[in-house]
């Protein structure tokens, strides 16, 4: 496990984050929980509800958009805040890629949850996914 799992890069109008793992799998998770981290203080969600997710996408950039956006959507029509995520295997199959993950979280409460700054949409724009001395880095930017 990395001992960072996030920080949040400078950027003039919108977030954006650089999320760290040993494999894709940990660095995917990281950056789910950057996200949401910049929505509220994630110490004040508990882990009440599971989610199961499978995402795909042609290539790791779009499993990673998809992946972030599922998130966000669930978080939207449902009002799910999420603080833990577990991202159980990326695989590629039959050309495309795959992942098959879980999250778990709590109904947004506005007493309980702090309320950062809304996430309008996960972009492509500054995203990177990358493996240096054996970690990987996912960097991506965040429209509020």
């Known amino acids: 496990m990395v001992e960072k799992k996030f920080e949040f890069l400078e ?3 919108d977030i954006y984050v650089a999320a760290y ?8 998770e990281n950056v789910a929980l950057a996200m949401f981290e910049s929505m509220t203080n994630l110490k004040n969600v508990e882990s009440k509800v599971k989610v199961d997710f499978v ?9 990673l958009y998809n992946w972030l956006e599922e998130l966000l959507v669930k978080f939207e ?3 799910i805040l999420f603080s833990k995520f577990k991202v159980h295997k990326i695989k590629k199959l ?4 795959r992942l098959e993950g879980e999250a778990l979280g709590e109904p947004y409460n506005p007493e309980k949850h702090v309320s ?6 996960v972009t492509y724009h500054g995203m990177e996914i990358k493996r240096e001395d054996g970690k990987v880095t996912v960097k991506v930017l965040f429209d509020i």
């Open 77 to 79: 029509v449902e009002n």
């Open 116 to 121: 950062k700054v809304g996430i309008k949409a």
């Open 21 to 28: 793992g040993e494999n894709l799998e940990e660095a995917f």
């Open 55 to 63: 995402v795909e996408g042609e290539d790791k950039g779009s499993l």
């Open 94 to 97: 039959n050309g495309r890629w």
């Open 11 to 13: 950027h003039v109008s």
